[in-house]
């Protein structure tokens, strides 16, 4: 069945350095990528999106690179904050015309000051 | 930046009860969403509700739920006899249009309300 779902629950990563958050999905036929950040006690927030149709693009200080092939999402924070610890999802819209939004089960990013 | 507010932020009801949810949605957005997230889970899909009606539910969304548009602003949820298993943090989320209109169309969402069942 469809799933999207994430490499690793917790990532740690020193304040400054880059981290890599991974999400894997296993519908080939999916559209459309989001990447949402949530904060403890606050709503998903949305950081950058991706169309099936492109293979990376870039926002401030976040990349999100897809590999169609291998079906896989990532993102790229760079020079980290601590405001950037959060947890991390990514969301699939499976289907073009399809409305709601599959979510991975989420990272945990810790920065380490 | 426009954002979607949601109110009461918590909600604590008795089993049985009926309880409803309120959303104001981003002004000029046009596709209107609900989400539950319980404790520790994913964030799933409840229902979308496009031009006064509903467009797409899921499994979840039975026949206590039901949504309304009931004046230019608010979108609100109801559930009509809450169970336990309803507790969780309902997420209201609204978009200009679907992914792949036009442009890039994320749904933006607001900071939630905790529902508790008693």
Known sequence: GESVGLHLPTLSVQEGDNSIINCAYSNSASDYFIWYKQESGKGPQFIIDIRSNMDKRQGQRVTVLLNKTV???????AATQPGDSAVY???EIPNFGNEKLTFGTGTRLTIIP | EPEVTQTPSHQVTQMGQEVILRCVPISNHLYFYWYRQILGQKVEFLVSFYNNEISEKSEIFDDQFSVERPDGSNFTLKIRSTKLEDSAMYFCASSWG???EISNQPQHFGDGTRLSIL
């Open chain 2, 98 to 100: 679907q992914g792949l």
């Open chain 1, 71 to 77: 079906k896989h999402l990532s993102l790229q924070i």
């Open chain 1, 89 to 91: 999802f990514c969301a």
